[in-house]
C-alpha cells in the first residue's frame, strides 16, 4: 500500500521569507514524488517531481523539493514566499512499479499556503 | 470512498476512429476535471468545469472536447484518434467551497494504434 501524509492544514508565511510545505510518504518499493498547486476555480496544477536522481528537484515558479529517503519526506520549499504563491498544495506518491496499486497516485489531504505582505 | 466511474477503464482503438470517455460521479460535485497521465509521470489538466453548460481548457493543449449538459455527467471526446492521444486519462471532481479535495476515477487507459 501507498499513503501520504501532509502534517499541517495550514501554513502561514510572510512574504520574502522561506516557505516549507511538508510530505512524508509510505511505499512498498521506490516512490515517484510529486508535488500540485490547486488555485481557487482550477484544477491541479503540476509543479515538480522526482523520479531518480539528484534529492534535490527544482520546479515551476522558484520551488523546490528534497527527496530523503530515510526520514521518507518530500518537502517543498521556496527561499523567497511570495502572496501570489498563496494556494493550496497536494502532495503525490506512486510505487515505481507502474503495476502496482493499477499505476495510481495517492494523494496527500492538501495544505493551504498564505503568504501575508 | 467516492462515487466516480470511468468507463471502459482499457481501450484500444485505430486511428482516425471517433471515442468518447465517459465519467459520472454521483456525490452531486460542482467541479469536475480531467487529467492526462503517461505511466510514471505527473498529471496535467486538460479540462474542467465548475458546473452544468461551465468548461475551460486546462494547462496541457489538447486535441479532446468535453460537455457538461448533466452536474454527474463529464464525458471527454475524441473526435479522431491517433497514436500521440495513447495515455491514461483520469477523471476527478470536488465540491468545491471549503472542501477542496479531488476525488478521482479510476482512469481509461487508451492506447491507439
Known amino acids: 500500500a501507498q499513503s501520504v501524509a501532509q502534517p499541517e492544514d495550514q501554513v502561514n508565511v510572510a512574504e520574502g521569507n522561506p516557505l516549507t510545505v511538508k510530505c512524508t510518504y509510505s511505499?512498498?518499493?521506490?516512490?515517484?514524488l510529486f508535488w500540485y498547486v490547486q488555485y481557487p476555480n482550477r484544477g491541479l496544477q503540476f509543479l515538480l517531481k522526482?523520479?531518480?536522481?539528484?534529492?534535490l528537484v527544482k520546479g515551476s515558479y522558484g520551488f523546490e523539493a528534497e527527496f530523503n529517503k530515510s526520514q521518507t519526506s518530500f518537502h517543498l520549499k521556496k527561499p523567497s514566499a511570495l502572496v501570489s504563491d498563496s494556494a493550496l498544495y497536494f502532495c503525490?506518491?506512486?510505487?515505481?512499479?507502474?503495476?502496482?496499486?493499477?499505476?495510481?497516485?495517492?494523494f496527500g489531504d492538501g495544505t493551504t499556503l498564505t503568504v501575508k505582505p | 470512498e467516492a462515487d466516480i466511474y470511468q468507463t471502459p477503464r482499457y481501450l484500444v482503438i485505430g486511428t482516425g476512429k471517433k471515442i468518447t470517455l465517459e465519467c459520472s460521479q454521483t456525490?452531486?460535485?460542482?467541479?469536475m476535471y480531467w487529467y492526462q497521465q503517461d505511466p510514471g509521470m505527473e498529471l496535467h489538466l486538460i479540462h474542467y468545469?465548475?458546473?452544468?453548460?461551465?468548461?475551460e481548457k486546462g494547462d496541457l493543449s489538447s486535441e479532446s472536447t468535453v460537455s457538461r449538459i448533466r452536474t454527474e455527467h463529464f464525458p471527454l471526446t475524441l473526435e479522431s484518434a491517433r497514436p500521440s492521444h495513447t495515455s491514461q486519462y483520469l477523471c476527478?471532481?470536488?465540491?468545491?467551497?471549503?472542501?477542496?479535495?479531488?476525488?478521482f476515477g479510476p482512469g481509461t487507459r487508451l492506447t491507439v494504434t
Open positions: 476527478a471532481s470536488s465540491s468545491g467551497g471549503s472542501e477542496l479535495r479531488q476525488y
Open positions: 503525490a506518491v506512486r510505487d515505481i512499479k507502474v503495476w502496482t496499486n493499477a499505476g495510481k497516485s495517492t
Open positions: 511505499v512498498s518499493g521506490n516512490p515517484y
Open positions: 468545469s465548475y458546473g452544468v453548460n461551465s468548461t
Open positions: 456525490m452531486g460535485h460542482d467541479k
Open positions: 522526482y523520479i531518480t536522481g539528484d534529492n
